[in-house]
Nanobody, 124 residues
Framework: QVQLVESGGGLVQAGGSLRVSCAASGRTFSVSAMGWFRQAPGKEREFVSG????????YYSDSVKGRFTISRDNAKKMVYLQMNSLKPDDTAVYYC?????????????????WGQGTQVTVSS
């Protein structure tokens, strides 16, 4: 099992940038695909981005493609989400998650471990 702790959320103006981080512990992190999800008030949690165990494969939702970049550092057991050109619609709690497998995936049911979330608020 992988334990996850997100950090780096905050308040930013529209058009600005923010990087959220996810610190992992557990022996299986380096072989697990990772993902970022988000949940806005009154909405269901949605997939944002995923990365394979090696970092060579990434996947983005259409709503963030071209603006967000996911990366990982297996030596440090960290996953990052760089968010640029932020919009008010990006306001949500952002969750880091670890998959049961190593291939990149967007299916929420594939993820076994979740962090507690970090709030990102984008003002207009």
């Amino acid at each position: 099992q992988v334990q996850l702790v997100e950090s780096g959320g905050g308040l930013v103006q529209a058009g600005g940038s923010l990087r959220v981080s996810c610190a992992a512990s557990g022996r299986t992190f380096s072989v697990s695909a990772m993902g970022w999800f988000r949940q806005a008030p009154g909405k269901e949690r949605e997939f944002v981005s995923g990365i394979s165990w090696s970092g060579r494969s990434t996947y983005y939702s259409d709503s963030v493609k071209g603006r967000f970049t996911i990366s990982r550092d297996n030596a440090k057991k960290m996953v990052y989400l760089q968010m640029n050109s932020l919009k008010p619609d990006d306001t949500a709690v952002y969750y880091c998650a670890a998959s049961r497998g190593g291939a990149v995936t967007s299916r929420e049911s594939d993820f076994a471990s979740w962090g507690q979330g970090t709030q990102v608020t984008v003002s207009s």
